[in-house]
């Protein structure tokens, strides 16, 4: 029997942690909220604070610092940080769900007590490197090389798109190691800010997500050590899928914050504005929207939970965080959209919230997989 059910309310830790993510948000966030978006700087006492407060290291046991949350908890912590600025939102899902976590899922044990407890006290940041700028959906397209010495591996090449890329300090780089076969080609490798040879290079300058740090890195013969190879030669592609669909399942959370911040906004907006003598909230127009951003957002909040319940359980979770992430991020792209429309005038100036949650959303259908990639997951997966 293949019961994937799992119970709707939330457990006594998520209501903990939403509580307390809420207040940070309120407290530490909207007041510079536009701050670090106009000026597309980190936030590194906004990062030392979620340090502080765990939320880097979320996921993680305990033994090297974490927190030990459950993936469900997760997403409550992602989805509310997100409500009020999806930038940071997207520092703390990428911060747990790719570089630390694919140390701690792949690494060896040396490689885990050497980095992961400054990571996830948030003493350092992380930074995962996939995406170059000839290879994007296709990753098997990648062209940045590894290759052995002696005790070391000899990395040349190129990342672009990497969040945390000029303010993280340990990387997981994937390189070519063996050009003979495609599906063993490509390794993982932990490496070092200050390691001669790697830099960085152009920071982005992007519609939105702003305040998310995000940088090209360049390897001229980096020399890594050969215990910094992350399990064998050969598995990284393999080891970057399964990073990926957890990650997807922190990108739909975001999402999910992202349309409920659009939606609380939408509301509260819809009850002050006066038109034609009454509340906007009293035309049947306005409340239908509202009522359709409120149905779509309930039903991705659930699909996502129902993908980090799978993987809470240990259970297969690919198609379910696909869906997830497919969902909700076109969800939060309908969310922002509307809640723009519904404050006219007011949705385009910054004085308004919703005019940076219409230019932060679009990111969400495009990283960690765009929606084409995710339709391509769920159609493979139904048709095995």
């Given amino acids: 029997m293949n019961d994937t059910s799992f119970n709707i309310e939330p457990t006594e830790s998520m209501l903990m942690i939403q509580q307390l993510a809420r207040d940070f948000a309120e407290k530490e966030l909207r007041p510079v909220v536009m701050k670090y978006d106009e000026s597309q700087e980190f936030p ?3 990062a030392a604070k979620l340090g502080e407060l765990g939320f880097l290291g979320a996921v993680f046991p305990e033994e090297y610092g974490g927190a030990g949350l459950s993936a469900l908890d997760f997403t409550v912590l992602v989805e509310e940080i997100s409500k009020v600025d999806p930038s940071i939102g997207l520092s703390v899902s ?28 948030g ?27 002696g005790n070391n591996w000899v990395l040349n090449g190129g990342k672009t798109f990497i969040t945390h890329g000029s303010v993280g300090s340990t990387f997981v780089v994937m390189a070519v190691t063996n050009k003979e076969n495609r599906k063993e080609a490509i390794s993982a490798f932990i490496l070092e800010k200050g390691m001669p040879g790697f830099s960085v290079g152009k920071k982005e300058n992007k519609l939105g997500m702003r305040a998310s740090d995000t940088a090209s890195l ?19 592609f ?18 999910v914050g992202l349309a409920q911040g659009a939606l609380d906004a939408s509301v509260k907006y819809a009850k002050e504005r006066q038109q034609f003598g009454k509340p906007l909230a009293e035309f049947q127009a306005i409340q239908f929207k509202l009522a359709d951003m409120a149905m779509e957002i309930e039903a991705a909040r659930l699909l996502t939970r129902k993908a980090a319940f799978l993987k809470m359980e240990g259970r297969p979770y690919t198609l379910e965080a696909s869906e997830a ?17 519904i404050h006219g005038g007011y949705g385009f100036i910054k004085e308004f919230p919703v005019e940076k949650l ?5 990111l969400l259908t495009i990283g960690e997989g765009t929606s084409e990639v995710q339709k391509m997951v769920i159609a493979r997966k139904l048709l095995q």
């Avoid at 997807?248 to 959370?253: D, K, P, Q, S, T």
Wanted: net charge positive.
């Fill in 44 to 46: 590194l006492a906004v």
């Fill in 94 to 121: 990428a911060h747990n769900g790719l570089c630390t976590n694919h140390i701690f899922m792949f690494g060896s044990d040396a490689q885990k007590q050497k980095y992961l407890p400054d990571l996830c006290s």
């Fill in 123 to 149: 003493k350092k940041l992380g930074a995962w490197g996939l995406t170059e700028p000839s290879s994007g959906s296709d990753a098997g397209g990648m062209r940045t090389t590894a290759k052995r010495d």
């Fill in 218 to 236: 360049i390897f001229d013969n980096v020399r890594v050590p050969a215990e910094n190879l992350i399990g064998k030669e050969g598995e990284g």
């Fill in 238 to 255: 393999k080891q970057a899928l399964v990073i990926l669909d957890g990650g997807r399942i922190g990108i739909a959370a975001l999402s």
């Fill in 325 to 341: 992430k497919y969902f909700a991020s076109e969800v939060a792209t309908r969310a922002a959209n509307e809640a723009v429309q």
């Fill in 358 to 362: 219409y230019r932060d959303v679009k």
